[in-house]
């Protein structure tokens, strides 16, 4: 008898070791300890021995019992405090609670206002093209009546890639501005044409709150016969009105670009001071977006199309200075930081 006991707590204590979880121990619990256990059967059994040995293996069973209801205590307080530190552990899993909802992504306000941008212009008749990051620096200036020692090369500061020239001499960089495509899409297309270039130019700056060396543009090009500075206006005032709204002054200043002349720039009156100058329009109540012109006789030139013939409109608007004037946004980088808190708003 006494060895039958002891053959059950050894087992009792080795399978209690490898219990981990609530259910394990209890399913422990009817084994060692329940109505149907071993330890119930001797109990039972103690009945027809002789009543001194009985006696002695009763008080030892009863022993057994007390100990392994002492160990089922203490196996359940542990099992307890250890899932109060890791909430989430299988046996705390509660199956009636609400799945999780998958989050969802958004897209960035940059590329929001890019969209809106195209669904304005296609509107107005113009086709969505897209170009090369990676330029020929003929394309990204001398077609656009930069040559090699233009000052204006100057005022864009290049990235340049390391690498052997093209077969024509040609260099490699990364494009500045989107006006490269106009050359390109003249040399493919034929008059009438009407596009917007939307997508990234690089400069070689240094970054700060207004300044990054990576932005966005969108360029337009529109060339036809008898084009006119009223179409640029009309399509530029029209576009404001509808990105802006129509309370939004805007207005245009001559300004010189190499790749159109007649050159203006474009700004819209400022959204934080409704035109009485602030820190973020610098004072003067508007804020510029885009440069445009009639484009240049050498550059239809360039890309084939006789300027005899033919007239057309151009402009290049930065893209982040729209959502830093809608939002009233005073830092550029917040827009590539990737913080989360920040581009939840938009
Ligand atoms: N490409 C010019 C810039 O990046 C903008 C521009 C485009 C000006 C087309 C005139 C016509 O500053």
């Known amino acids: 008898m006494k060895d039958q006991i002891n053959e059950l707590r050894k087992d009792a204590l080795n399978s209690l ?5 609530r259910l394990e121990l209890d399913a422990w619990r009817v084994r060692y300890l329940g109505k149907k256990s071993c330890l119930q059967a001797v109990l039972k059994g103690l009945g027809s021995l002789p009543a ?14 007390n100990e392994l209801e002492c160990l089922l205590r203490e196996k359940q307080a542990a099992l307890e405090a250890a899932s109060a530190q890791s ?5 705390s899993l509660d199956i009636t609670l609400p799945g999780r909802p998958a989050s969802l992504g958004r897209l960035h306000p940059v590329t929001k206002v890019l969209h809106e941008m195209g ?5 107005m008749g113009f086709e969505v093209v897209e170009g090369p990051e990676v330029e020929w620096d003929y394309y990204n ?3 656009l009546n930069i040559p090699k020692e233009h000052p204006a090369r100057d005022s864009m500061q290049t990235f340049w890639v390391d690498m052997p020239t093209g077969e024509k001499g040609w260099e490699m960089l990364l494009r500045t501005h989107t006006s490269p495509m106009q050359i390109r899409v003249m040399e493919k297309q034929t008059p009438p044409l009407r596009i917007i270039v939307p997508g990234r130019v690089f400069r070689y700056e240094a970054t700060d709150t207004t300044h990054i060396p990576m932005f966005h543009q969108i360029e337009g090009l529109a060339v036809d016969k008898g084009i ?6 009309g399509t530029l005032y029209e576009f404001s009105r509808r990105f802006f709204g129509p309370e939004r002054k805007v207005r245009f200043r001559v300004d010189f670009f190499p790749f159109v002349e007649p050159g203006v720039d474009m700004a819209v009156e400022c959204a934080v001071c409704k035109g009485d100058g602030c820190r973020l329009c610098g004072q003067s109540g508007w804020i510029e977006i885009l440069g445009a012109g009639m484009v240049h006789p050498r550059v239809l030139e360039a890309g084939g199309i006789d300027p005899e013939e033919y007239s057309g409109f151009a402009f290049g608007m930065g893209i982040e200075r729209v959502p830093l004037l809608r939002y009233g946004i005073d830092d550029i980088r917040l827009f590539y930081s990737s913080d989360l808190r920040f581009l939840r708003q938009f």
């Open 52 to 65: 001194d040995e009985r006696k002695i293996a009763g008080a030892e069973t009863n022993r057994l019992k």
């Open 228 to 233: 006119t500075m009223a179409d640029l206006k």
């Open 17 to 21: 070791a490898s219990v981990t979880s």
């Open 87 to 91: 909430p989430g552990q299988q046996d």
């Open 119 to 123: 669904v304005i212009f296609t509107s």
């Open 141 to 143: 200036f001398e077609a």
